[in-house]
């Protein structure tokens, strides 16, 4: 067992035999400068900034051999899982599946839809395609976790607040224990960031625990 001791609110506690962790969308169209985030006036610098930490998080993971899965936000080329309710929420320069920067809107199998080279997914690793926020909703991520015999999930990736927190949620409410390691996720707004890592650990860990990468390593390598 691991023991997460600086974990707040309070240690969280693993067994890597039953432990995945989930990279959430860290794709091109979100983090690289002229992408889709970018043409929506974000700062992609925010995001870039936890590519280190990240691509460090996957070496560790992948070191102790435990599984790891990445998720793309994205839909297919025909649009047939894409609601007109995602979109055509308000008004954006590009919508999905408009040809942009970096080919078709989060669209399967366009550039921007890819996980940029630093945290390419190896071979044997899943890699889930998710048309709404949450990776759960319309993929086959629960069938894959319990052939595994995954009860603990490690979180990182993008955007904390949205695609980040709402996939803990649902694992929450699956019955998962969730630790999101708070320098392997970022959004493009700090304060929206902050928030979400409070509303994660209050109320006793009500969707689960954060913790720094680097109190995650201390505690396995221990
Ligand atoms: C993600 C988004 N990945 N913000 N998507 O968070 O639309």
Not at 92 to 109: K, T, Y
Not at 192 to 214: D, H, N, P, S, Y
Request: charged share 20%.
């Amino acid at each position: 067992m691991v023991d997460v001791n600086a974990a707040q609110p309070f240690p969280f506690t693993f067994d890597p035999a039953t432990t995945a962790l989930v990279v959430i969308d860290m794709q091109r169209d979100f983090i690289e400068p002229g992408g889709f985030g970018e043409t929506l006036g974000n700062d992609v610098s925010l995001l870039q900034a936890i590519v280190p930490t990240t691509a460090a998080l996957l070496a560790l993971c992948r070191a102790k051999e435990i599984m790891v899965i990445h998720t793309r936000e994205c839909h297919r080329p025909d649009l047939s899982d894409l609601f007109a309710a995602k979109r055509d929420r308000g008004q954006p320069s590009l919508r999905i599946g408009d040809p942009g920067p970096m080919g078709r809107i989060l669209v399967a199998g366009e550039d921007g839809a890819e996980i940029i080279p630093e945290l390419s997914p190896m071979s044997g690793e899943l890699v889930i395609d998710k048309p709404g926020k949450g990776a759960f909703y319309a993929t086959p991520l629960t069938d894959q976790l319990r052939q595994n015999g995954i009860t603990n999930l490690i979180f990182a990736g993008v955007t904390t607040e949205v695609c980040v927190q709402t996939t803990m949620r649902e694992a929450n409410d699956r019955g998962y224990n969730c630790l999101l390691i708070e320098d392997a996720t970022e959004s493009y707004f700090p304060a929206f960031k902050a928030a979400t890592l409070e509303m994660v650990r209050a109320q006793g860990a009500i969707v689960g625990w954060t913790a720094l990468f680097e109190q995650l390593e201390a505690a396995w390598n221990d």
